[in-house]
């Protein structure tokens, strides 16, 4: 086990009773999570705590309206570009040094994003947090994975990183708003700068540095094309949800982006020492349990979008109500994560993804039911609420299935094509149901057919997920 055990006690007394099944965490293991998730909850934070004060920004800073929506292209750019890189790096170089690095770039970052004076400053900023987003998020689950052991507890550390990571998203909604109303915009980045202090104090006492006895190389080729695909993917993504599906250079980066990764499978099968393994990526789990934690993320972050759209343009709420709004469904996935731990020891997480995701199908469908008047308001708590525990239930089981039944040399790059596929999954979602919601001439009827789109794929995978994962 990589985290760092408490000394052997040298003590003549009884010894306290064995935990052979190994469901009890230690001091040291307790403290080691509460530094982890501390910090894993902050990153999440950030992903959604600018949506509400961009306006604002624009005006304090003088950006063009064209240019706001790069505040938030600018940090998934970086964060899913180079997450999977960064993943490989925690295991050649040490995972707790790249994420010490990691978490002191965010706080950096983040005082600089606080104090920025012009939109330049303020973008250089937000490309910095994605890179600190994409060191320190696999760093931090490898570290994660390594120092509990394959089973209930490593499950139960996972279902309370899930579930603080889909609270933090939450949370940072809400946090935008309060902050913007009642101090200022910048509070939005300084929030990070004491907790990232704090984490870097406790940390290098609390985790011990891993990495393998003998360094490979650093696939080189394999890290460019890996990461220029991902850049030219996301980028694509991102403009489809500007101009549609249609737009030229949307359509040329999607494509330079699926021939660099093609590029980068051919690669890696005359590589010495692959950034992946293609042994790991033939693993019937890490495969179907990353493509089941895609659906996940595309379906739920896209749903969060829709049911704004629903809320803001139908109901008429403002942002920081419609923000307060889904407080029920980060209640459901907090639910969700803690319960996920049990569900997982008692059936499996083959049986978590597919529950999780048909739960989760069935609160969507509901939401077709939505109308124009905010009698509907009870229908949408309700089924986000039901839909974030099925949501959180299929993630911590994709979380587990994805990095089972691999050695702990290869945790960095397990948890790296995970934190991958999450970040993927953001970016990916919103621009899909975009693309369904203007196919209708009524807003409210355009929002009805992306929901029937979004339980219909969380449905299908869910299904696909049971019946390729029976095997294993």
Known sequence: MAA???????????????????????????????????????????FSILNVALPVIGEGLGFTLGGLQWI????????????????????????????LGGMALLGASSLAGGLATGPEVLMAARVAQGLATAAVTPAGLSLLTSSFPEGPLRAKALGLNGALMSAGFTTGAILGGVLTDLLSWRWAFLVNVPVALAVLLVAPAVLKESRPAVR???DVPGAATVTGGLLAL??????????????????????????????FVLVERRAASPLVPLHVLRRRTVVWGNLAGLVAFVTETSL?????????????????????????????????????????????????LVSGGLLQAAATLALYGLGDDRGSLALLLAATFAGGVGNMLAIVGFMVTATSGLPDSEQGMATGLATMTQQIGITMGTPIMSAVVVTAPVLLDGIGRAVLVNAAVVAAGAVLSGLFLRRT
């Open 72 to 99: 938030a292209t600018a940090f998934a750019l970086a964060a899913a570009g180079f997450t999977l890189l960064f993943g490989r790096v925690a295991d050649l170089v040490g995972r707790r040094r790249l994420f």
């Open 234 to 263: 996301v980028y694509g993504l991102t403009l489809t949800g500007e101009h549609g599906w249609t737009h030229p250079t949307a359509l040329a980066s999607l494509a330079v982006g699926a021939a660099l990764l093609a590029a």
């Open 4 to 46: 760092l055990d408490l000394p052997t006690s040298t003590s003549t007394s009884t010894p306290a009773p064995a935990d052979p099944a190994g469901t009890r965490m230690t001091g040291r293991m307790r403290l080691v999570l509460v530094v982890l998730l501390l910090a894993q909850f902050m990153l999440a934070v950030d």
């Open 304 to 352: 969060v979008f829709l049911m704004t759209l629903y809320l803001q343009d139908v109901l008429g709420f403002s942002p920081l109500a419609a923000g307060l709004s889904f407080g029920v469904l980060g209640a459901g996935t907090v639910l969700g994560g803690v319960a996920a731990s049990r569900f997982i020891a008692r059936h499996g997480a083959r049986a978590a």
């Open 216 to 218: 490979p190389r650093l």
